[in-house]
């Protein structure tokens, strides 16, 4: 071969030695643990969208100064997540939904956090149960919980006033009145809906109606599935059936992506539909682009007339392989507590009060940053439909209850939700949707379950 | 200096070609030694255990190849990457080849042309899935309103599990820009003197590209065929984005559902390497027979000057 | 075969002159136009949801699904709050050094490995082809964490040569495309060379080069833009904010601006086309020298 050539792969041999020399020392960690938090902690999972969350690190930053923190902005993406545990590079803490958490948990790729607990002094009191229930798996807590997104009902009174109803006449707990309402509601013209009655936001929210009912999609100890006890295949023919007046589910679906759903024409303004359940951070989003949209808020309620909640959220848990667990149990502590909600709360006050806008409050999981958020901090705002959407939310909380912890989320979330849609495309019953989705979800929790042991 | 007898000469000169040969392939050689085959024979190895990333793999034999056949959804979404792929090549490859055609004949208009067309594939594919999202809305989208214009009543493109793969087909054809950049590529490689030739001969321009043009793209053809079946088979994001990324909740669980998407989701939702290898090589071993057929087949349409 | 008379036309107008659309008559424009308007009728079904990506990318978040083309008022803000956000410099600065590299080491590794396979003829030699297609069709999912292990053992793992350094060792797909271009030539080109004493490397160098230099810069073009736009490497191998590229850091606003399913549409549109607008620049600056420089396919008459 001429020289040439030999010249050319000298000179990739060449680059190549040069890549292992210098390219080892980002990756290393340098700092050593001395008396008290300090070193590097890196953070996955976090960004950092909003006061909310700048205010809490910047105050964690003024309390330990010694550590480094290292926030690699972006949601949780599991590839992410899992390629950094394979080679070892496990973040030193990580923030995910409460939902993913058990599944790592029960794979033994978070620390349980007695020590952390009992070291810090976390007081788990200070949590509100339903969110410290999703991250303890036999017995075992695996997370700090953040956040707690309550569901509302909320309703276009504008269009309950063209059928001559109120707010008052909405009666959640009496599914018939809701089939009733919805017929009332809809509107089609030239055969099409142009108006849909009471959208009961399926697949996502067949828990509620579920608990509406009576029963919860798995058993309390996260081991058995219960996707086709009578009462969910009961409640999911009802809020099926709900997208018949609009002509059938495609229509329906067709119909409901139309929306502006983030925007000033919203389908309130735009009166396109009667009644839906919602996460609670929708009544910010309606404050912020149509402050004077026609609408109401009303709590969910089950069969029974009790408020009650699907409650969705987030928690910091520290990966086994964390190389700093003690600052990684510090941040979330200081994250969580009380202080840091009500700090951020202040902000937020003080950022709406200049913006004009309302303030509609921090949703955190910290019964006693409620009690001051909602106590204190936030004042009636002259919107009197807004100050009881907030009313609604908080009385929402205390009813508020999460899909139990177990190893199986997204399998078991895929088997029910497929099964819905199975019922909606008009594949199969109820029934049938049901005991297909039961048969997977167990066949995919005993398998999980088998990495406890 | 001896002289080498005729015999010796030319096998000397055999190992030589031989030699030089295996110089040109050698960073191949390298790259494959140490990024490809221990991969590949890991992920193969990883077929028969289980696998969750988090703990060491387990050994389990056959299960995982038994899952396969055991499972609804494979069938289902083999199915629907076939179909979507049965859809997609041809279409893909006539359209390319007529904007191609078309481009070769307008001189230096076509500058400004080929990067319209090229445009779609640069966005990246987040963007892409969401905008197709609302252009395929049977009620408000642009696909349905300009069908409306002449008076075709628009299917439902997101929610008729009928349409939902047209549909990504009839996205998938906004990027057809790769494909046509190669074919013009090709069409100007043809040798004037060819055509100018056939002209000679009386031949119309119908006439010329059968004999003329194709012949001398059929490698160009050959190749794209089998590079877009391959690539067909393993569509992920923009269907991902459009259907099962958090704002939708899946819709299309069904209709929707490709293999690599299935493939990916028990990956790293479902915490299953083992198994997720084990349909990668399934995927792999379909991907070769169709190839190889391809391969044999080639030897009697393509031609290649120099081979 | 008989002679060509050239008349000092370029090939693209001899051609229009033998399929008689070039000229001035009547009978030439027609076809041509007929063309042309074909043309912007096909781009403008191209350019549409474009269009609306860069309109939607100018408008205050309650606009952006508004039916309107033309935004108002017009949120140049978006950008400037998706420029602040981040060090989009950075970004841009890593994902055109990336880029660069990633196309340049492919391309000429690519092409140095697809004449060994296409000009010699060994005995294996379709065979081993044969398994170097045989790479491109695993799922690349399941090769992902066994890769990722291997540049974590070399250290490299939140730099950015996992990103392109696997190119210099080729790519299947360019491989078979350039050998296909390859396949093309004319033996009697290398023959005479050889004959004149030439050694392979500059057979390579100096035949099949410059002759199939148009196949060339589409590679460069091709493997630009899908290194330009691609989103699981810089996932799984970057940690640090300021190595990211463009559709990681865009991946980082979107999660950024769209936590709690708040989503501020109108600053992920701006990034999108942030993130699109060079590639689209360089695209259009490159592909004058695409089409330029006619084949000659050398035949000698």
């Known amino acids: 071969m001429s020289k040439r050539s030999w010249y050319y792969f000298a000179v990739m041999l060449a680059m190549a030695a040069v890549m292992v020399f210098a390219a080892g020392a980002p990756a290393l960690q340098l700092a050593e643990a001395q008396d008290g938090i300090s070193g590097e902690l890196s953070v996955m999972g976090f960004s950092l969208p909003d006061e909310v969350a700048t205010v809490r690190v910047d105050r964690f930053r003024e309390l330990y100064p010694d550590v480094e923190l290292n926030i690699t902005e972006g949601g949780l993406d599991q590839q992410q997540f899992l390629t950094a545990v394979a080679s070892g590079n496990a973040p030193d803490i990580v923030y995910m939904s409460r939902e993913l958490l058990s599944t790592y948990a029960v794979r033994g790729a978070l620390m349980p956090l007695e020590d952390c607990i009992e070291s810090q002094g976390i007081d788990m009191s200070q949590y509100r149960q339903a969110a410290v229930d999703q991250v303890t798996i036999d017995g075992q807590i695996y997370g700090i919980p953040e956040f707690f997104n309550v569901i509302l009902v909320i309703a276009n009174t504008a269009a309950l006033e063209e059928a001559g109803l109120t707010v ?265 949707a049901l005991d297909q989705a039961q048969a997977e979800a167990q066949a995919a929790f005993d398998e999980a379950w088998m990495f406890q042991e | 200096m001896t002289r080498l007898s005729r015999r010796e000469r030319r096998v000397t000169l055999q190992q030589r070609e031989r030699l030089a040969a295996l110089a040109f392939i050698s960073p191949w050689i390298i790259g494959f030694l140490v990024f490809t085959a221990g991969p590949m024979v890991a992920s193969l190895v990883l077929s028969f255990t289980n696998y969750d990333v988090i703990n060491p793999p387990k050994w389990v034999g056959l299960a995982n190849y038994q899952r396969l056949i055991d499972d609804p959804r494979i069938e289902l979404s083999l199915y629907n990457s076939f179909f979507y792929a049965a859809l997609h090549v041809p279409l893909m490859m006539i359209v390319a080849m007529a904007l191609a055609l078309i481009l070769n004949q307008v001189g230096r208009a076509a500058g400004f042309f080929r990067t319209v067309f090229y445009l779609p594939s640069v966005t990246p594919a987040v963007a892409v899935g969401t905008l197709w999202l609302w252009l395929l809305n049977p009620r408000v989208g642009l696909i349905n309103r300009a069908l409306a214009l002449i008076g075709i009543d628009g299917p439902g493109w997101t929610t008729d599990p009928a349409w939902i793969k047209p549909g990504i087909v009839l996205m998938s054809l906004w990027s057809v820009g790769n494909t046509v950049i190669l074919y013009l590529a090709a069409l100007k490689n043809v040798p004037i003197e060819l055509h100018e030739a056939a002209k000679i001969d009386g031949a119309n321009p119908l006439q010329r590209f059968r004999h003329v043009t194709v012949p001398m793209i059929s490698g160009t053809i050959f190749f794209t065929l089998i590079v877009n079946i391959i690539s067909s088979l393993q569509v992920f994001t923009e269907v991902y984005t459009m259907f099962f990324g958090n704002m939708r909740s899946g819709t299309a669980s069904s209709a929707g559902l490709f293999y690599n998407i299935y493939l990916f989701r028990q990956a790293f939702e479902f915490f299953r390497m083992g198994y997720a290898s084990a349909m990668a090589w399934l995927l792999f071993i379909i991907i070769m027979i169709l190839t190889f057929i391809q391969l044999r087949v080639s030897k009697r349409w393509v031609y290649y000057e120099g081979a | 075969m008989a002679v060509i008379e050239h008349s000092g036309r370029s090939p693209q107008e001899r051609l229009a002159d033998m399929i008689g659309a070039s000229g001035s008559g009547i009978r030439q424009i027609i076809p041509r136009l007929l063309f042309i308007v074909l ?251 695409f089409m330029e420089g006619i084949a000659t396919s050398g035949l000698k008459g």
């Open chain 1, 168 to 432: 008052d006449d909405i009666d959640i707990s009496d599914w018939e009145s809701i089939a009733e309402l919805n017929e009332a509601l809809t509107r089609i013209e030239d055969g099409q809906v142009t108006r849909i009655g009471f959208d009961p936001k399926l697949p996502e929210f067949l828990p509620l109606w579920a608990a509406a009912n009576g029963v919860q999609l798995i058993s309390e100890d996260g081991r058995t599935p219960n996707l086709n006890d009578p009462k969910v295949v009961e409640a999911l023919e009802f809020a099926a059936a709900l997208h018949e007046a609009a002509g059938g589910r495609q229509d329906f679906m067709a119909f409901r992506d139309t929306w502006d759903f983030f925007g000033s024409n919203n389908q309130f303004v735009q009166d396109q539909l009667g009644v839906f359940p919602m996460e609670q951070w929708y009544v910010n989003v309606l404050s912020d682009v149509s402050p004077d949209a026609p609408v109401d808020f009303l709590p969910f309620t089950d069969r029974e007339g009790n408020p009650i909640s699907y409650v969705t959220g987030n928690a910091w848990a520290i990966p086994v392989g964390s190389s700093n667990p003690e600052a990684a149990c510090a941040f979330a502590k200081t994250m969580t507590e009380a202080d840091a909600w009500i700090a951020a709360a202040e902000e937020r006050a003080r950022l709406r009060a200049e913006a004009g806008t309302t303030n509609t409050g921090i949703y955190s999981a910290n019964v006693l940053a409620d009690e001051v958020i909602f106590g204190e901090i936030i004042q009636p705002s002259g919107n009197e439909k807004l100050d009881k959407a907030i009313e609604v939310a908080v009385a929402a909380m205390d009813g508020g209850f999460g899909i139990p912890a177990n190893p199986a989320g997204s399998e078991f979330r895929q088997a029910w939700q497929d099964a819905v849609n199975r019922v909606l495309n008009g594949e199969q019953t109820a029934q049938e």
């Open chain 3, 39 to 289: 043309l912007i009728g096909c781009s403008l079904m191209f350019l549409a949801p474009f269009a609306w990506l860069v309109s939607a990318s100018l408008k205050v978040r309650s606009e952006v699904f508004g039916p309107e083309w033309i935004p108002d008022p017009i949120a140049w803000e978006n950008y400037v709050k998706v420029w602040e956000a981040a060090p989009v410099l950075s970004w841009l600065r890593n994902s055109l050094l990336v880029g660069v590299l990633a196309a340049l080491s492919v391309t000429i590794s690519s092409a140095l490995i697809a004449f060994g396979f296409s000009y010699f003829r060994f005995k294996g030699r379709d065979a081993l082809f044969n398994l170097v297609l045989a790479t491109m069709m695993l799922p690349g999912v399941v090769t992902m964490i066994p890769v990722f292990l291997i540049w974590d053992q070399l250290g490299l793992v939140n730099t950015l040569w996992p990103l392109w350094a696997g190119n210099l060792f080729g790519s299947a797909f360019y491989i078979f495309m350039i050998r296909q271009f390859y396949l093309g030539l004319p033996r009697e080109l290398f023959e005479a060379a050889r004959v004149d004493g030439a050694s392979y490397f500059g057979l390579w160098r100096h035949v099949a080069l410059p002759l199939t230099r148009n196949a060339l810069i589409v590679v460069f073009v091709f493997e630009f833009k899908a290194s330009w736009t691609d989103l699981v490497k810089p996932l799984i191998y970057l940690y640090n904010s300021d190595l990211f590229t463009l559709p990681r850091g865009l991946k980082a606003l979107l999660d950024q601006f769209g936590q709690g399913g708040e989503l501020q549409w109108e600053i992920i549109l701006a990034a999108s086309v942030i993130v699109t607008l060079p590639m689209i620049v360089i695209f259009f600056l490159g592909q004058r020298y």
